[in-house]
């Protein structure tokens, strides 16, 4: 590791000491956070490359400043890669590659078109849907989306998935200008050509938020959202395992409005190093060894939600169409947060999550599976039993230790460092670090050539 932080390990130790934390606790945990991955060495050469220098505002062959020859170049193969990743045509379709990340990529898309205080709707955040399609609670504007916007949600069913009757019902009564579709936590394919026919009954713009499982479309895994929608927004960095980004996918008759709540209307520069990482990350995603990699995600998912059944957890749509995994705790009767913090303990990264029937958003009654970033790592759907198993372990361990110390957090996260259960925890926690060191992990001193995407 040193040898690529030369320069940082003798400038500034301190931070070089962080970055060497942080390392190891990638590398030797489990991490199940379904909005991560671990991004390949290639998209980290360009991260660290001198093309961050550069101010490039404006678009290729328009720009504010001189020096963007190359610029231009690096910008107009990322448009070009992006729009041939998800099969469009460049006589209907254009890409905004410039939004610095997902929630801003939002914003700009919906300030393109929308005025302050028209209405939208998206799938609600405790339903599975995201903060920027507009979240709020009760009177609390959480989310400027929900400031700038008149917001109101649809959500999922007892069952989990969408109530598309109640979204129609509510979306003809509310005349929302825009229908947001796609989510966080929501493990199953959306009806896009039902979302359009309720737009079209209405006269409402069609958005998809793809960010989650833009892998997947990409690699036809599951159904494409451009037929149906006016335009598509996605960050790069989960499933499509790029860099920390975002792009606008845009119909060409909207191309000016998009481009220019981008920029000017949003963001000053563009961050072109984080540009030409997407446009590496992009070339991969065409690849079969990158729909390999998604299907194999897919089926980890499967193998996960099914194990977890058989230890008798609820999983919510009993099962999965994607990476996400969502596990409903209720009848269990331990909330979400504490599940995270015993994985914690060990080195396990998941998050708590609400699912139906939660009635309050500070202590949801689930968490959240994802199988993306273990599956780069080289996990199989023999690891998925082998990881079901730890996880009930685990769960049981809390609901035990909630019997003894009672139901506050505070007091269950005093527990797992008594002595009574110290070591427990220490010991689940290093037979965690033996068993995944050996996998793979994406490092600029890895060599490029063992990434499971360009493997033969
Ligand atoms: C569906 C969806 N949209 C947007 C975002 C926001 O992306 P970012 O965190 O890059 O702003 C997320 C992030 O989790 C997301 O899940």
Same mark, same amino acid.
């Given at each position: 590791?040193?040898?690529?932080?030369?320069?940082?390990?003798?400038?500034?130790?301190?931070?070089?000491?962080?970055?060497?934390?942080?390392?190891?606790?990638?590398?030797?945990?489990?991490?199940?956070?379904? /909005?991560?991955?671990? &991004?390949?060495?290639?998209?980290?050469?360009?991260?660290? /490359?001198?093309?961050?220098?550069?101010?490039?505002?404006? %678009?290729?062959?328009?720009?504010?400043?001189?020096?963007?020859?190359?610029?231009?170049?690096?910008?107009?193969?990322?448009?070009?890669?992006?729009?041939?990743?998800?099969?469009?045509?460049?006589?209907?379709?254009?890409?905004?590659?410039? #939004? *610095?990340?997902?929630?801003?990529?939002?914003?700009?898309?919906?300030?393109?078109?929308? !005025?302050?205080?028209?209405?939208?709707?998206? %799938? +609600?955040?405790?339903?599975?849907?995201? %903060?920027?399609?507009?979240?709020?609670?009760?009177?609390?504007?959480?989310?400027?989306?929900?400031?700038?916007?008149?917001?109101? #949600?649809?959500?999922?069913?007892?069952?989990?998935?969408?109530?598309?009757?109640?979204?129609?019902?509510?979306?003809?009564?509310?005349?929302? @200008?825009?229908?947001?579709?796609?989510?966080?936590?929501?493990?199953?394919?959306?009806? *896009?050509?039902?979302?359009?026919?309720?737009?079209?009954?209405?006269?409402? *713009?069609?958005?998809?938020?793809?960010?989650?499982?833009?892998?997947?479309?990409?690699?036809?895994?599951?159904?494409? #959202?451009?037929?149906?929608?006016?335009?598509? =927004? =996605? =960050?790069?960095?989960?499933?499509?395992?790029?860099?920390?980004?975002?792009?606008?996918?845009?119909?060409?008759?909207?191309?000016?409005?998009?481009?220019?709540?981008?920029? #000017?209307?949003?963001?000053?520069?563009?961050?072109?190093? !984080?540009?030409?990482?997407?446009?590496?990350?992009?070339?991969?995603?065409? &690849?079969?060894?990158?729909?390999?990699?998604?299907?194999?995600?897919?089926?980890?998912?499967?193998?996960?939600?099914?194990?977890?059944? @058989?230890?008798?957890?609820?999983?919510?749509?009993?099962?999965?169409?994607?990476?996400?995994?969502?596990?409903?705790?209720?009848?269990?009767?331990?909330?979400?947060?504490?599940?995270?913090?015993?994985?914690?303990?060990?080195?396990? /990264?998941?998050?708590?999550?609400?699912?139906?029937? +939660?009635?309050?958003?500070?202590?949801?009654?689930?968490?959240?599976?994802?199988?993306?970033?273990? =599956?780069?790592?080289?996990?199989?759907?023999? +690891?998925?039993?082998?990881?079901?198993?730890?996880?009930?372990? %685990?769960?049981?361990?809390?609901?035990?230790?909630?019997?003894?110390?009672?139901?506050?957090?505070?007091?269950?996260?005093?527990?797992? !460092?008594?002595?009574?259960?110290?070591?427990?925890?220490?010991?689940? @926690?290093?037979?965690?670090?033996?068993?995944?060191?050996?996998?793979?992990?994406?490092?600029?001193?890895?060599?490029? +050539?063992?990434?499971?995407?360009?493997?033969?």
């Amino acid at each position: 590791m040193s040898s690529v932080f030369r320069n940082l390990s003798r400038r500034d130790p301190k931070l070089f000491e962080i970055i060497k934390k942080e390392y190891w606790r990638q590398r030797t945990g489990i991490e199940l956070i379904a /909005s991560e991955n671990f &991004t390949s060495p290639s998209v980290l050469e360009c991260l660290g /490359s001198i093309l961050t220098n550069k101010y490039s505002e404006g %678009l290729p062959g328009r720009r504010y400043y001189g020096g963007n020859e190359f610029i231009d170049e690096v910008e107009n193969c990322c448009r070009d890669r992006a729009l041939n990743a998800f099969k469009l045509n460049k006589e209907e379709w254009g890409v905004n590659v410039q #939004p *610095y990340s997902g929630s801003v990529a939002n914003i700009a898309c919906y300030l393109g078109f929308l !005025k302050l205080h028209d209405r939208i709707m998206g %799938l +609600d955040l405790p339903s599975g849907g995201h %903060l920027s399609h507009g979240f709020y609670i009760g009177d609390k504007k959480i989310n400027h989306t929900s400031s700038m916007f008149e917001s109101l #949600p649809y959500q999922i069913k007892e069952d989990g998935y969408i109530d598309y009757e109640l979204m129609e019902d509510l979306a003809m009564r509310f005349r929302p @200008k825009l229908i947001i579709c796609g989510g966080s936590a929501y493990p199953r394919d959306f009806d *896009y050509k039902r979302f359009r026919e309720i737009c079209d009954k209405i006269g409402a *713009y069609l958005m998809c938020d793809m960010a989650h499982i833009n892998g997947f479309i990409a690699t036809e895994l599951m159904k494409s #959202p451009f037929p149906y929608c006016d335009f598509v =927004t =996605t =960050t790069t960095h989960k499933t499509l395992r790029g860099p920390r980004a975002g792009m606008i996918f845009f119909r060409k008759q909207f191309e000016k409005q998009i481009n220019d709540s981008v920029f #000017p209307g949003t963001q000053g520069g563009p961050h072109q190093n !984080k540009i030409a990482a997407v446009a590496t990350q992009l070339l991969e995603v065409q &690849t079969p060894e990158f729909k390999d990699y998604m299907t194999r995600v897919r089926d980890n998912a499967r193998v996960l939600a099914d194990e977890l059944q @058989k230890f008798g957890y609820n999983i919510s749509t009993d099962g999965t169409d994607n990476h996400i995994v969502l596990v409903n705790l209720r009848n269990k009767k331990i909330t979400g947060s504490k599940i995270e913090t015993i994985c914690e303990a060990v080195n396990i /990264s998941i998050n708590k999550n609400a699912v139906f029937g +939660d009635t309050s958003p500070l202590s949801p009654g689930g968490i959240r599976l994802g199988t993306s970033a273990m =599956t780069t790592r080289g996990f199989n759907e023999e +690891d998925m039993k082998k990881l079901a198993n730890l996880l009930n372990g %685990l769960i049981e361990l809390a609901i035990e230790i909630q019997e003894k110390y009672g139901k506050k957090l505070v007091d269950f996260k005093k527990a797992l !460092k008594s002595d009574e259960y110290a070591e427990r925890i220490q010991s689940v @926690k290093f037979g965690i670090q033996m068993w995944v060191s050996d996998y793979y992990f994406p490092d600029l001193h890895t060599q490029v +050539d063992s990434h499971p995407a360009l493997q033969e």
